[in-house]
């Protein structure tokens, strides 16, 4: 017997849960003829019912060599395979072969491409990217029925997949079978998940169909969901029918607002991790400024930022008990020379428009604002607002609020909020009053508001810093 045979065979056993056991005492009788004399037992000693010595037992010779079972514990393991899939050497491969394929599909080698990606698919059967990347290259050649194809075969894999059933409802609308693009987003939309690029593509899907309702409400609800695709939403051609909609021009102003704060906010945050006061801004373009404060106005435009805080006095300091007026909100710091510079300029504005709906409130950083520290900090800032005759209600914030609620990147700031209460602009930059009374006329809706600040620029100059 072999040695293989002899393992295997060994393992069987084991796994069955016995070993081999000696053969029993024969009960035949014994052939004619004298007895062996090595088992011939003194007549004294011959008893009936007596079993035979153990010594003189039979089974207590050893079994041949080739015969005997392995010990139990080499038995009960048996040869353990190699899974190749979990080897090093093949994942290595098959990034080495994706990271190819990805290559060549930027630089336009289509046919290299879809190559690789069958030797990774011949490699990791059903590998989700290079299924995708398949039928997406396939779809651009207009070979529709191959991309489904390599869609199906990813789907064996995982057949909920959200990337290869986005990609089939692409390849189902490109062939004309808009329904059945339909009923696959429909379907993979049916989880909890956000999927904001499905609801997107049923979005396209329902435009197609000249479902301008049901489109539009599919836009937004991808708006809700996460998407900001805004440079997609321009490109898509099947749109057509619906882009001068207003709840389209809607959705994509929101998608461009909501990346400006996020990319204020990553600006303003790296700014404020370097634990050192912002860059004050002497000047700034106020011509843009009034320029876009007067379309946020027209058009309604503007963020719901709340401000809900308590003020230095212990009193609520919150922008929307002052809806119906309009509201500037000075962000200074004392440590800011263009700051405390334009402290007279906006306690002008507060006492000749108190009487004309607009309302002044501030909001104090102090990069020394730290846990624990607090008290202090605010008996400072009260000190100072007494020291400038600063009578205007006043919060302090720190880092994390400066950065990430208000997405301040510099100092000094006004915030404009219109009667409504939404946040019309961020105005960066020393400010003189002809141009803090421009864009309260403005706020307030004022006739001429924008050609008469537009004439007071001239007569702003921000001083030279010292």
């Keep these: 017997m072999r040695v293989r045979d002899a393992i295997l065979a060994g393992a069987l056993t084991a796994s069955c849960g016995c070993e081999r056991a000696p053969p029993p005492p024969s009960t035949a009788p014994p052939p004619p003829g004298p007895p062996p004399a090595q088992t011939q037992a003194p007549p004294q000693q011959a008893q009936p019912a007596q079993a035979p010595a153990p010594a003189a037992q039979p089974a207590a010779a050893p079994a041949p060599a080739a015969q005997q079972a392995p010990p139990p514990a080499q038995a009960a393991k048996p040869p353990e395979r190699k899974n190749p899939f979990k080897a090093p050497e093949h994942f290595n491969e098959l990034q080495r072969l994706y990271a190819e394929a990805t290559a060549a599909i930027a630089a336009g080698d289509k046919a290299k491409a879809l190559d690789l990606l069958d030797d990774v698919l011949a490699l990791e059967q059903g590998h989700r990217l290079a299924s995708r990347d398949k039928a997406r290259l396939l779809r651009g050649m207009g070979r529709y029925d191959e991309a489904l194809a390599a869609i199906s075969e990813g789907l064996k894999i995982t057949a909920d997949d959200t990337y290869l059933l986005e990609e089939k409802a692409w390849i189902l609308l490109e062939k004309g079978e ?52 805004h440079s997609i939403m321009e490109a898509e051609k099947r749109f057509e029918p619906i882009r001068r909609e207003k709840r389209f021009e809607a959705v994509l102003d929101k998608i461009r607002d909501t990346l400006a704060r996020s990319q204020a906010a990553a600006v303003a945050f790296q700014a404020h991790e370097e634990d050192r006061p912002l860059p004050e801004v002497w000047a700034a373009d106020y011509r843009e400024q009034i320029e876009t404060l007067v379309g946020n106005v027209s058009r309604g435009k503007g963020e719901d930022l709340e401000i809900d805080l308590t003020d230095v006095d212990g009193k609520p300091l919150r922008v929307a008990d002052h809806k119906g007026k309009v509201v500037f909100v000075q962000v200074w710091g004392a440590w800011s020379e263009a700051c405390r510079k334009m402290i007279p300029e906006i306690l002008r504005l507060k006492e000749e428009y108190k009487d004309k709906g607009v309302v002044v409130l501030s909001l104090c950083y102090e990069p020394a ?75 307030l809706g004022t006739a001429g508001a924008k050609d008469a600040a537009l004439r007071d620029l001239d007569r702003e100059k921000a001083p030279e810093k010292r």
């Design 369 to 443: 604002a730290v846990p624990g520290e607090e008290q202090e900090v605010v008996l400072n800032v009260k000190a100072f607002q007494r020291e400038n005759k600063f009578d205007v209600p006043c919060a302090v914030i720190d880092k994390e609020y400066s950065a990430l609620k208000l997405y301040v990147s510099g100092y000094p700031v006004t915030l404009l909020f219109g009667k409504e209460g939404k946040m019309h602009l961020r105005s960066y930059g020393f400010k003189a009053y002809h141009v803090l009374r421009g864009m309260a006329d403005i706020l």
């Design 178 to 229: 808009t329904k059945a693009a339909l009923s696959v987003v429909d379907g993979a939309l049916k989880s909890d998940l956000p999927l904001p690029g499905l609801r997107y593509q049923r979005a396209v899907i329902r435009t197609v169909l000249s479902d301008k309702e049901g489109a539009l409400a599919a836009l937004e609800d991808a708006l809700e969901h996460g998407f900001l695709g």
